[in-house]
């Protein structure tokens, strides 16, 4: 059974940094595109950051470009989002998500409702 299961989120203050993990299981990691994805209270989901099964191409939605990180480790079979710099505009429940025939980063990215698996999400608030 596919599982995908988010940590790390919390409150922190502006400017500062967490890193979210997403643990999978049920599946080989190493062959998926993986995305990050939010969703602040009455906004639409969003897609923040997607990375292919390689590690080697990477998307990033352009209010998160040089402040935050992805990253994979097939391994461990764990993706990770370092997350630097936040704002208040960051704050949302973040998820990890995957659909199995999407490789395209950019296509992922930008299609949250096509995913076909989603984690249960985490919690990151921003405020002082």
């Known amino acids: 059974q596919l599982q995908l299961v988010e940590s790390g989120g919390g409150l922190v203050q502006p400017g500062g940094s967490l890193r979210l993990s997403c643990t999978t299981s049920?599946?080989?990691?190493?062959?998926?595109?993986i995305g990050w994805f939010r969703q602040a209270p009455g906004k639409e989901r969003e897609g923040v950051s997607c990375?292919?099964?390689?590690?080697?191409?990477?998307n990033y939605v352009d209010s998160v470009k040089g402040r935050f990180t992805i990253s994979r480790d097939n391994a461990k079979k764990t993706v990770y989002l370092q997350m630097n710099s936040l704002k208040p505009e960051d704050t949302a429940v973040y998820y990890c998500?995957?659909?199995?025939?999407?490789?395209?980063?950019?296509?992922?990215?930008?299609?949250?409702?096509?995913?076909?698996?989603w984690g249960k999400g985490t919690l990151v608030t921003v405020s002082s």
């Open positions: 990375i292919s099964s390689s590690g080697g191409s990477m």
């Open positions: 998500g995957t659909a199995l025939r999407i490789t395209s980063v950019q296509r992922m990215c930008a299609a949250p409702y096509d995913m076909d698996f």
């Open positions: 049920g599946f080989t990691l190493d062959y998926y595109a």
